[in-house]
T-cell receptor, first 113, second 112 residues
Framework: DAGVIQSPRHEVTEMGQEVTLRCKPI?????LFWYRQTMMRGLELLIY????????DSGMPEDRFSAKMPNASFSTLKIQPSEPRDSAVYFC???????????FGPGTRLTVT | GESVGLHLPTLSVQEGDNSIINCAYS??????FIWYKQESGKGPQFIID?????DKRQGQRVTVLLNKTVKHLSLQIAATQPGDSAVYFC???????????FGQGTELSVKP
């Protein structure tokens, strides 16, 4: 199993640009989570899906952030417009609803200049 | 101005010694706890878990202890190796199904 796949691994963009982060969860997992990690705030849950349906988006910072899961094998996290304070490592994780363990991807390091 | 980041608790141990990493969790309703290890530049990786109906669970070189009375979780690593150097997070389920609540993490540094 390839594990959770995220792309791109690194993204550098200018303030005001749209950024799209992508995630492919582990096949068969019915939960998908988006996290943000910074030195200032640690690891924060942004949103999670169950069976492609958003369950809790209370961690999404503001309307500039949106996430979709069009099917069981793909999810996107979009930031539009991006700001320097969005610079962070964004992790996607997936899980099997029968267990609580979450499997993390390698992360996308986003730098907004 | 100078930015202020999280001041992660740091534990420094000598190679071969045992390490104990502690975590205070917040929700007495949590019924499942996990320890994760995060190496530099990587995502968190599962180490070991424990359910609330247990007080101890052992894995390979790792032991997790749960004290529900004081809402305390600990991770013991036997014969710590340089490869154990990482940030360790505890996580709990809270009272909302499906998601985990992560602690701030402890940085373990192993001196050869």
């Amino acid at each position: 199993d390839a594990g959770v796949i995220q792309s791109p691994r690194h993204e550098v963009t200018e303030m005001g640009q749209e950024v799209t982060l992508r995630c492919k969860p582990i096949s068969g997992h019915d939960y998908l989570f988006w996290y943000r990690q910074t030195m200032m705030r640690g690891l924060e849950l942004l949103i999670y899906f169950n069976n492609n349906v958003p369950i809790d988006d209370s961690g999404m910072p503001e309307d500039r952030f949106s996430a979709k899961m069009p099917n069981a094998s793909f999810s996107t996290l979009k930031i539009q417009p991006s700001e320097p304070r969005d610079s962070a490592v964004y992790f996607c994780a997936s899980g099997n609803g029968l267990e609580y363990e979450q499997y993390f991807g390698p992360g996308t390091r986003l730098t907004v200049t | 101005g100078e930015s202020v980041g999280l001041h992660l608790p740091t534990l420094s141990v000598q190679e071969g010694d045992n390490s104990i990493i502690n975590c205070a969790y917040s929700n007495s309703a949590s019924d499942y706890f996990i320890w994760y290890k995060q190496e530099s530049g990587k995502g968190p990786q599962f180490i070991i878990d424990i359910r609330s109906n247990m007080d101890k669970r052992q894995g390979q070189r790792v032991t997790v202890l749960l004290n529900k009375t004081v809402k305390h979780l600990s991770l013991q690593i036997a014969a710590t190796q340089p490869g154990d150097s990482a940030v360790y997070f505890c996580a709990e389920t809270g009272n909302q199904g499906g998601k985990l609540i992560f602690g701030q993490g402890t940085e373990l540094s192993v001196k050869p």
